[in-house]
């Protein structure tokens, strides 16, 4: 899909009315309930328990993000307390994902730092690890930051990285010495020609060389964080020259076929599993990465 249909998409998502037809009314809401866990913790590892018994691992996301008091961050952080809590006491195969804007990265980068410390200390205790999200590219060189920071003495975080930032390729050679896994994936927000890849051969055209770059990289674990077909089986390709570990990662609730037959062939797969009440700007980033995603919220509209 084109960035300039993404845009102007998310721009329609954005107003209040259309949010208010999806938070509302059971169409809107059906439609989430498809790409979303459901809003409690239960219902996540509800979710995870049965992916987890179909071979899949998982990666818990508690939805929210751009937070502007300290009150609302700390509770975000033990949220997420609570998480790796369960993940332990369940007997979960399961990580954590977080987006920093949910731990103050807005207003204070040392709250921040204080909380990722914090996440990465008790998942350590847990034996699982923390994936840092990647957001709006106004974010991308304070979220490196910290993550190297963190990386650097815990050990035990990952990293996504978007395919259609022109800065990503670089990034990568700080990124890959530091030796977490890091998520490549396409990119879900709107950006300026100048930051970011406007069409979409222009950003497969990246994800294929920035992901030959991780395949190539024994220091780290990729993640190929993809729906896209054409993709995967370049990552089958290039998984037959590599020595290392790799994983496939996709979105709960898509291309659930696909899931079934990455899992098939024997390749490691997690589904990333959002769960929360804060789901509508989750929902609207998915309903614009893919064309079908609209005719199934079309088709719950009309009550078909």
């Not at 994936?131 to 650097?152: C, F, K, N, P």
């Not at 990568?172 to 300026?192: D, F, M, W």
Request: net charge negative; with cysteine; aromatic share 8%.
């Amino acid at each position: 899909m084109s960035t300039l249909f993404r845009k102007g998409l998310l721009t329609v998502t954005d107003q209040k009315l259309v949010q208010k037809l999806f938070t509302e009314y059971q169409a809107g809401r059906s439609v989430a309930t498809r790409f979303v866990a459901g809003e409690s913790l239960d219902d996540a590892v509800a979710v995870a328990r049965r992916l987890n018994e179909s071979g899949t691992m998982v990666s818990l996301d508690h939805l929210g993000e751009d937070v502007h008091d300290a009150a609302s961050a700390k509770a975000a952080k033990e949220d997420y307390l609570a998480i790796l809590d369960r993940i332990a006491s369940e007997g979960l195969d399961a990580n954590i994902s977080i987006k920093l804007t949910q731990l103050a990265m807005a207003f204070d980068e040392e709250q921040t730092r204080e909380a990722l410390e914090e996440l990465a200390t008790k998942a350590a205790e847990v034996g699982t690890s923390v994936t840092i999200d990647m957001e709006e590219s106004a974010w991308t060189g304070t979220t490196i930051d910290l993550y190297e920071t963190v990386q650097r003495s815990h050990g035990n975080l990952g990293i996504a990285v978007q395919a259609y930032l022109h800065r990503t390729a670089s990034d990568l050679e700080r990124l890959i010495p530091l030796g977490g896994h890091i998520r490549l994936c396409k990119g879900a927000y709107a950006e300026p020609a100048d930051i970011a890849y406007q069409s979409k051969g222009e950003v497969d055209e990246s994800y294929d060389r920035l992901l030959e770059t991780l395949m190539a990289a024994e220091a780290t674990k990729p993640a190929v964080a993809t729906h896209d077909e054409r993709l995967i089986e370049r990552a089958y390709v290039l998984a037959g020259s590599r020595e290392g570990p790799f994983e496939f990662q996709m979105l709960y609730g898509i291309r659930e076929d696909l899931q079934h037959e990455i899992v098939a062939k024997g390749y490691a797969l997690r589904v990333y599993v959002p769960y929360g009440s804060q789901w509508y700007p989750y929902l609207t980033r998915r309903l614009a990465e893919r064309p079908a995603n609209l005719w199934f919220f079309a088709r719950a509209l009309v009550g078909r």
